[in-house]
């Protein structure tokens, strides 16, 4: 009896490893995820190439880094890095567009598409820039890449772009310092609001925030009583924005503060203060 136990055991026994031997054999015969397909570098070329204009643009970008991995040394790689870039791009996969376009900068740093590659770049950061309410650090970012293109290829085709994109950057940039100052002022944290609203003046005064800004500092320095100083911020707004609504704005405020003197004439007063 115990005979016939044990040749049933090995019995279970062996068609258990023949199970996991089907299983390993069939394991290894299933076709590997990335095969290495060896083909001529046009070929792998053309073909990323056509998945781009089909729109399959993830696949291209597989195909372009096959490229360089396969003819690492030939003309097409150098442009296959760049265009692998600008297919991650069309992805909105920013980030492995910005490291395959920083790649052949480093790479090829004196290459006729280098501008191009510094643009790729700064796009990628300035299509990630959140509204005002969020952290602005990709906004700095894109605006040092937009000054890198600026800087380096002023005459380029690209500049031209880049400096319109960065003046809409500092515009933005500047509403965020806005915004916060105003949540300080009507927190009643004049002090840190006034470092704010100074910051646009000095460091953003091409932006249309610079008016609401001086008006904004004429308010904070009258809740803290700093009369004069109210007066002076509110010249300057009055003499370089006269027909501002914000120059209306502090003339009210400083008028409720009795800045007028009695019997004056409105008139005489805004052209002796401002």
């Known amino acids: 009896m115990r005979c016939k136990a044990d040749r049933r055991g090995a019995r279970r026994w062996l068609a258990a490893v023949a199970l996991i031997a089907a299983v390993a054999v069939s394991g290894c015969s299933k076709k590997p995820k990335d095969e290495y397909i060896k083909a001529s570098v046009s070929t792998l070329y053309h073909q990323g190439h056509l998945m781009l204009e089909e729109g399959q643009y993830r696949d291209a970008a597989k195909a372009f880094d096959e490229v360089e991995r396969q003819h690492p040394y030939s003309v097409w790689a150098r442009r296959a890095q760049l265009m ?29 598409s280098a501008p191009y590659a510094y643009y790729l770049v700064a796009l990628c950061y300035y299509e990630q820039i959140s509204d005002v309410g969020r952290d602005q650090h990709v906004t700095e970012q894109a605006l040092k890449a937009l000054n890198d293109v600026v800087r380096r290829y002023p005459n380029s085709e690209y500049a031209t772009d880049a400096r319109l994109k960065r003046d809409l950057v500092i515009e933005h940039l500047a509403g965020k310092e806005m915004e916060v100052g105003r949540f300080y002022l009507k927190a009643g944290e004049q002090l840190a609001a006034i470092l704010r609203f100074r910051t646009v003046v000095k460091k953003y005064n091409t932006t249309t925030h610079v008016p609401e ?23 300057v707004l009055g003499y370089n924005y006269p ?9 009210e405020l400083l008028h409720g503060r009795q800045a007028k003197p009695r019997g004056e004439k409105k008139k005489s007063w805004l052209s002796r203060i401002f």
Request: aromatic residues 14%; glycine residues 4%; without cysteine.
């Open 84 to 112: 692998s870039a600008y297919a991650q791009y069309l992805t909105n996969n920013y980030d492995e567009a910005i490291l395959a376009a920083q790649r052949f900068l480093a790479l090829h740093p004196g290459n006729h």
């Open 213 to 235: 800004a001086l008006h904004r500092l004429t308010e904070a320095y009258l809740a803290l009583g700093v009369v004069a100083e109210a007066k002076k911020t509110a010249a």
């Open 243 to 251: 027909g501002s609504r914000w120059y209306e704005y502090s003339y």
